[in-house]
């Protein structure tokens, strides 16, 4: 169903590519950083082909105070087809609610999120190693709602699910963002969902970063030649490590007449 948000997160699950056990967490109200991708998904979930999940989906809507849910659904940034989706559960919006976007359902994240480290090779090391003992609804978990040194970690894990549980904390920063799209050992999709990202990439250094990232997929770095300047364009056209179609347009960019 379309439920007018996008997120990472939500966007895995209206693909269908989250596992079962994950997808009860979510209809539990467990994984959402914030009211609007928990009422989302809770409401892509009510139509999720599993009993189980539909079940557990319908069980944490109706434990929200119908009071609560009409005052978030009136909030001015809520899309109208979720609106629409509650209208036919009876539930009308009520302008004017908290302007906060705290989750509606209130869940026990398992576990403190790790102290935030600056520095220290060994310290790293054990942050990395603690989560690395952790499965995957728990990676997300500390993804979304844990610190900035999970979050530097977290966005290099192999699973997907993690990395984009990231990009969808509403803890991240954009230097944090502008820092990932600079990393040669985060995955090409990282690297695409920041590139599709409107708002991230109104700042310049994430797209030079991303231009400049050789993992960056060709589509993404290709959109971005035009907005950049003639020193980064210099530095493209003369580094080994970049593909050869996106060093062309860097050429040919700097060899059209200036306007």
Not at 69 to 95: I, T
Not at 229 to 251: G, H, S, T
């Amino acid at each position: 169903m379309d439920v007018g948000l996008r997120s990472p997160l939500l966007d895995f699950f209206k693909r269908g590519e989250v596992a079962k056990d994950v997808r009860l967490l979510a209809a539990r109200g467990a994984l959402a950083p914030r009211a609007h991708e928990q009422i989302a998904l809770l409401a892509i979930l009510t139509e999720d082909g599993d009993p189980e999940v539909r079940g557990a989906a319908e069980a944490t809507l109706a434990s929200i105070p119908s009071e609560s849910l009409a005052l978030f659904l009136g909030k001015s940034d809520v899309a109208e087809s979720l609106r629409d989706f509650f209208r036919g559960r009876g539930v009308e919006p009520v302008p004017g609610g908290d302007a906060g976007d705290e989750p509606l359902v209130d869940t026990d994240l398992g576990g403190e999120p790790l102290a935030e480290v600056e520095e220290g090779e060994g310290e790293r090391q054990s942050a990395s190693q603690r989560l690395g003992q952790l499965n995957v609804a728990d990676r997300m978990k500390a993804a979304m709602k844990g610190s900035k040194e999970e979050r530097a970690i977290l966005i290099r894990d192999p699973n997907k699910l993690v990395s984009a549980s990231v990009l969808s904390s509403p803890k991240l920063t954009e230097s944090e963002v502008e820092s990932f799209s600079k990393m040669a050992n985060v995955s090409e999709e990282v690297l695409r969902i920041i590139g599709m990202n409107r708002a991230w990439v109104k700042n310049y250094g994430v797209i030079a970063a991303l231009t400049r990232n050789p993992k960056t997929p060709l589509s993404v770095s290709l959109t971005f030649v035009q907005r950049l300047n003639e020193r980064d364009l210099k530095m493209i056209a003369l580094d080994r490590n970049l593909q050869e179609p996106l060093k062309l347009a860097v050429r040919k960019r700097l060899t059209s007449p200036k306007k």
